[in-house]
């Protein structure tokens, strides 16, 4: 019987970690009550801002994709509506990240990207919510209170983040020699 040895790098460790963190957020921020279905305070996105910002997009998109993943195997909604919700939440999240990182930094730093983050995160979801669960214009009532919280919630989270960039606090030092 032959054994199957997968390889692994320095940075496939830093993102298992990292995604790990963002997962352990999201299940704490499942465990919260909210007072309208759909609006979280996306504390994992936290998570993504410092994995861009110290080791880069590809990295931040894999660290968000599997907090994705496990968390919809972890709450049982794989291939659900939720899971389709957070998905293309977070797919529009990462495109507009990958954009914004080409905008001046001197006037564009975690803040804004969270801020950008999240209003992308909230229409990419109201963009699969009227193309596939609820077709009605009427859903169109709720983007001032969905928008709202994108900018409360990306704001907190993006203040977050730069508090952790600023410390110069890495989320996974090199171990010295």
Known sequence: MTT????????DHHIAKMAAVALGLTVLENAI????????????????????????WRAAAWVS????????LLFGNFLAPGFFLSLSGALCSLAVLAL???????????????????????????AV??????????IAYLIPIFATAALVFGTVNGLIAARFMDNGDNPDPEPQS
Do not use: C, D
């Open 129 to 138: 919510v009227y193309l596939w669960l609820i077709p009605h214009a009427g």
């Open 33 to 56: 009550p909210t007072p309208l279905p759909g609006v979280k305070p996306g504390l994992a996105n936290i998570v993504t801002l410092i994995v861009l910002a110290h080791y880069g």
């Open 100 to 126: 914004s990182m080409h905008l001046p930094h001197r006037f564009f730093g975690a803040v804004t990207h969270s801020i950008l983050a999240a209003f992308a995160h909230i229409a990419g979801q109201m």
């Open 65 to 72: 994709l599997l907090r994705v993943v496990a968390g919809s």
């Open 4 to 11: 199957i040895r997968l390889e692994t790098s320095a940075e």
